[in-house]
């Protein structure tokens, strides 16, 4: 396999999957806009061999599909996949030992690998943050970004690689009051594992040492965001995909790894943060200008013919996308044993991924009982929303099969069975004044939120209907009523200015709902900014109804009452307007994206690709 970037790149170009980018490209917002086109149209990775204003080389969308990362990592794939599936059921080893045999030697030459000496490799360079290719990705960025960081951390108590962190955390380079060559931004959400390392290293009054590394085998950039089971690290797990055993050396008590392309060292200090921010993130808006920690840079290494790798994160579909993939397919049916009854667990990528989760459990408790209804479902649910990253979700939709198998991956359908089934006076259940992603600035503050979860299971209740009611028609104020899916109706609102008023307007819409007879046959109403946008795709209905509403505050009913402190209703209406407090969406700019097709037409470096929208052929 790859012992570096280098090699990698070699390989694909050879078999047809990457392309080389010869026209300059500036690194402020055309290399990205370049990225996305070529994303959107499943093009291939791309090498941009001269970036303006820097001496190295820049690659991006290796992880574009999943076939061309299978491709990369076809040597050892089925190998990591059969190690992962031991960690999570090491029972299979003691049951079949010698067909396991060859999984614990793979797990053993894994093992990193450390050098000799407080050095780092001979041919490394030091170098400075400003020549690095410093990319912008959107018009109000806060500045230059890492994307695709392995961000090394330690242990204070217990300090050795065996005892680390690598995790991928954006790495702001410009911008702000960042002093450039001196200090960079650090960001890191909550449930993260740095943390922890920043937490002990404060309670010991000392600095948090930290490495960046950028590049390397592919492996290594896969490793930093693998959810991993417990007690399998990362940098072995970087040894088992790549299929040589993690190598690293330190020097002035900095890990450095040494086959990453770059590497930043630094410190963070206790009590230090300076503003991040803004950044274009996964949700397809900007994540806004908030205090993190500041690091301050020790030293930067480049290794002779180094390459920058990046991606580019946006509204889904992008590269992290495929990413999800990935992951997915190495890890296979972890969930089921890290709990136990969960069959399926699908973190909805339409959404933002961390907005909305379908998933499947199992309904055993009362088999004796006549009347189905959600009973283990709700303590399945209880254990997801309290399950490392899954717990960051604001929406869980959760069923169980009965006489038919159910596909969580195709959204309209699973949504659908879910609303033939509920009872919305028993099946809506709500967490209120808890953390949700940091990301996302639906709730009421940085980290915090709520949640609720849509429970089902049982005999059909009703049939979901085929066109909008007639009743919806006919209520002033809203109009241009469109069906998103059978059971589910987008309507337009007026512009929202604040809750107090947006609760009149609620009020008085659920009121003229019930003076006209509520409709059990459509059991969810999306008060939306643009119902034709809202119904246009299905994509387009989870991306703006999940990411714009807090269930606490956007959660309506037609009927609506508590009973005993449960709050349900007849009809169900999310408020998915746009809110002022919420972060700005992501647009492209248009100056740039006239610019770059100079890259599509005749001539051009991409001008043998089919992309949308235009450019040629």
Same mark, same amino acid.
């Given at each position: 396999?790859?012992?570096?970037?280098?090699?990698?790149?070699?390989?694909?170009?050879?078999?047809?999957?990457?392309?080389?980018?010869?026209?300059?490209?500036?690194?402020?917002?055309?290399?990205?806009?370049?990225?996305?086109?070529?994303?959107?149209?499943?093009?291939?990775?791309?090498?941009?061999?001269?970036?303006?204003?820097?001496?190295?080389?820049?690659?991006?969308?290796?992880?574009?599909?999943?076939?061309?990362?299978?491709?990369?990592?076809?040597?050892?794939?089925?190998?990591?996949?059969?190690?992962?599936?031991?960690?999570?059921?090491?029972?299979?080893?003691?049951?079949?030992?010698?067909?396991?045999?060859?999984?614990?030697?793979?797990?053993?030459?894994?093992?990193?690998?450390?050098?000799?000496?407080?050095?780092?490799?001979?041919?490394?360079?030091?170098?400075?943050?400003?020549?690095?290719?410093?990319?912008?990705?959107?018009?109000?960025?806060?500045?230059?970004?890492?994307?695709?960081?392995?961000?090394?951390?330690?242990?204070?108590?217990?300090?050795?690689?065996?005892?680390?962190?690598?995790?991928?955390?954006?790495?702001?380079?410009?911008?702000?009051?960042?002093?450039?060559?001196?200090?960079?931004?650090?960001?890191?959400?909550?449930?993260?594992?740095?943390?922890?390392?920043?937490?002990?290293?404060?309670?010991?009054?000392?600095?948090?040492?930290?490495?960046?590394?950028?590049?390397?085998?592919?492996?290594?950039?896969?490793?930093?965001?693998?959810?991993?089971?417990?007690?399998?690290?990362?940098?072995?797990?970087?040894?088992?995909?790549?299929?040589?055993?993690?190598?690293?050396?330190?020097?002035?008590?900095?890990?450095?790894?040494?086959?990453?392309?770059?590497?930043?060292?630094?410190?963070?200090?206790?009590?230090?943060?300076?503003?991040?921010?803004?950044?274009?993130?996964?949700?397809?808006?900007?994540?806004?200008?908030?205090?993190?920690?500041?690091?301050?840079?020790?030293?930067?290494?480049?290794?002779?013919?180094?390459?920058?790798?990046?991606?580019?994160?946006?509204?889904?579909?992008?590269?992290?996308?495929?990413?999800?993939?990935?992951?997915?397919?190495?890890?296979?049916?972890?969930?089921?044993?890290?709990?136990?009854?969960?069959?399926?667990?699908?973190?909805?990528?339409?959404?933002?991924?961390?907005?909305?989760?379908?998933?499947?459990?199992?309904?055993?408790?009362?088999?004796?009982?006549?009347?189905?209804?959600?009973?283990?479902?709700?303590?399945?649910?209880?254990?997801?929303?309290?399950?490392?990253?899954?717990?960051?979700?604001?929406?869980?939709?959760?069923?169980?099969?009965?006489?038919?198998?159910?596909?969580?991956?195709?959204?309209?359908?699973?949504?659908?069975?879910?609303?033939?089934?509920?009872? $919305?006076?028993? @099946?809506?259940? *709500?967490?209120?004044? /808890?953390?949700?992603?940091? #990301?996302?600035?639906?709730? +009421?503050?940085? !980290?915090?939120?709520?949640?609720?979860?849509?429970?089902?299971?049982?005999?059909?209740?009703?049939?979901?209907?085929?066109?909008?009611?007639?009743?919806?028609?006919?209520?002033?104020?809203?109009?241009?009523?469109?069906?998103?899916?059978?059971?589910?109706?987008?309507?337009?609102?007026?512009?929202?200015?604040?809750?107090?008023?947006?609760?009149?307007?609620?009020?008085?819409?659920?009121?003229?709902?019930?003076?006209?007879?509520?409709?059990?046959?459509?059991?969810?109403?999306? $008060?939306?900014? @643009?119902?034709? *946008?809202?119904?246009? /795709?299905?994509?387009?209905? #989870?991306?703006?109804?999940? +990411?714009?509403? !807090?269930?606490?505050?956007?959660?309506?009913?037609?009927?609506?009452?508590?009973?005993?402190?449960?709050?349900?209703?007849?009809?169900?209406?999310?408020?998915?307007?746009?809110?002022?407090?919420?972060?700005?969406?992501?647009?492209?700019?248009?100056?740039?994206?006239?610019?770059?097709?100079?890259?599509?037409?005749?001539?051009?470096?991409?001008?043998?690709?089919?992309?949308?929208?235009?450019?040629?052929?």
């Amino acid at each position: 396999m790859y012992r570096n970037l280098e090699e990698c790149i070699i390989d694909l170009e050879k078999h047809g999957h990457l392309i080389r980018i010869k026209e300059e490209v500036d690194p402020y917002l055309e290399m990205a806009a370049i990225h996305m086109k070529v994303y959107e149209a499943d093009g291939p990775a791309l090498l941009f061999e001269n970036v303006k204003g820097s001496k190295f080389p820049a690659v991006s969308n290796l992880f574009g599909n999943i076939e061309r990362s299978k491709f990369i990592f076809r040597k050892t794939w089925d190998r990591t996949q059969s190690v992962i599936a031991l960690r999570d059921d090491p029972m299979k080893a003691l049951k079949q030992p010698f067909k396991h045999m060859d999984n614990g030697f793979a797990a053993l030459n894994a093992l990193p690998l450390k050098k000799r000496g407080n050095r780092i490799p001979s041919d490394f360079q030091e170098i400075q943050i400003s020549d690095l290719p410093l990319i912008q990705h959107w018009p109000m960025d806060g500045g230059a970004f890492i994307t695709l960081p392995q961000v090394y951390s330690e242990d204070p108590e217990k300090p050795g690689i065996m005892n680390s962190n690598l995790g991928m955390y954006r790495i702001q380079l410009s911008g702000n009051e960042y002093e450039m060559n001196k200090e960079i931004g650090l960001h890191y959400q909550i449930h993260r594992g740095i943390g922890v390392h920043q937490d002990k290293a404060n309670k010991q009054g000392i600095p948090l040492k930290v490495s960046c590394f950028v590049g390397g085998p592919p492996a290594h950039t896969l490793s930093a965001i693998m959810p991993l089971p417990e007690g399998l690290s990362e940098v072995i797990f970087a040894g088992l995909l790549s299929g040589r055993r993690y190598r690293y050396s330190y020097l002035d008590g900095f890990c450095i790894s040494n086959d990453a392309d770059f590497v930043i060292t630094g410190e963070i200090h206790q009590g230090e943060t300076k503003p991040e921010g803004p950044f274009g993130d996964h949700l397809g808006y900007y994540s806004l200008t908030h205090p993190f920690p500041v690091m301050k840079v020790h030293k930067v290494y480049a290794k002779p013919n180094a390459i920058w790798p990046f991606t580019v994160v946006g509204r889904p579909p992008q590269e992290d996308t495929s990413f999800g993939e990935l992951i997915h397919e190495l890890t296979g049916d972890a969930i089921k044993q890290e709990i136990p009854g969960v069959k399926e667990v699908h973190a909805v990528d339409a959404a933002g991924v961390h907005p909305l989760l379908f998933a499947i459990g199992s309904e055993r408790y009362t088999p004796y009982q006549q009347v189905k209804q959600p009973t283990e479902l709700l303590t399945l649910a209880n254990r997801i929303l309290g399950t490392g990253q899954l717990s960051l979700a604001k929406y869980l939709f959760i069923t169980a099969e009965e006489n038919q198998p159910i596909d969580s991956h195709k959204e309209a359908d699973f949504i659908m069975y879910i609303l033939e089934r509920m009872d $919305l006076r028993r @099946d809506i259940h *709500f967490y209120t004044n /808890t953390t949700i992603d940091t #990301l996302d600035y639906s709730g +009421t503050g940085l !980290n915090s939120g709520s949640k609720v979860v849509l429970a089902a299971y049982g005999d059909k209740k009703r049939e979901l209907c085929k066109e909008v009611p007639s009743v919806l028609n006919e209520i002033r104020g809203f109009e241009n009523a469109r069906l998103i899916m059978p059971g589910v109706v987008a309507i337009q609102g007026s512009t929202f200015t604040d809750y107090a008023h947006a609760k009149l307007e609620l009020q008085g819409f659920c009121e003229a709902i019930a003076d006209k007879g509520a409709n059990p046959s459509c059991p969810l109403i999306i $008060l939306c900014d @643009d119902s034709s *946008f809202l119904s246009s /795709t299905i994509n387009n209905f #989870l991306w703006a109804t999940f +990411t714009r509403s !807090n269930p606490s505050h956007d959660i309506y009913g037609v009927n609506s009452s508590y009973e005993n402190k449960h709050w349900g209703c007849d009809q169900m209406i999310i408020d998915a307007r746009i809110k002022p407090h919420q972060a700005p969406p992501l647009i492209p700019d248009p100056i740039v994206e006239k610019n770059i097709e100079r890259l599509f037409v005749k001539g051009g470096s991409l001008s043998g690709l089919k992309i949308k929208g235009s450019l040629e052929g």
